[in-house]
């Protein structure tokens, strides 16, 4: 997995997929530029990011990254500042 700083995580887009009990976000990377795309998974507590270049999905399994991720994803579904959609 391609290392990245969470704190520097911005949130733009959120897909809520209930029958998956999951929301796909699409974010960027302030330091960089780069967008990362994430799938929240709720009642699993689990994230999960894109690995393009392996085309994977790889588990967020570092506690303090994935708590920054949770703490950022929760902020932007109260802010209600995004763009949120449901499929």
């Known amino acids: 997995m391609e290392q990245f ?7 733009q887009h959120l897909i809520d997929l209930p029958n998956c009990d999951c929301v ?3 974010t960027v990377d302030n330091s960089t530029g780069r967008t990362k795309l994430f799938l929240v998974f709720n009642e699993r507590r689990r994230i999960y990011i894109r690995n393009g270049a392996k085309d994977t999905w790889d588990e967020i399994k570092d506690e303090n ?10 902020q932007a579904i109260l802010e209600q500042k995004i763009p949120c959609f449901s499929a």
């Not at 700083?5 to 949130?11: D, K, P, Q, S, Y």
């Open 5 to 11: 700083n969470a704190v520097n995580i911005v949130f």
């Open 24 to 26: 796909f976000c699409s």
């Open 65 to 74: 990254q994935y708590e920054c991720i949770k703490d950022r994803f929760n």
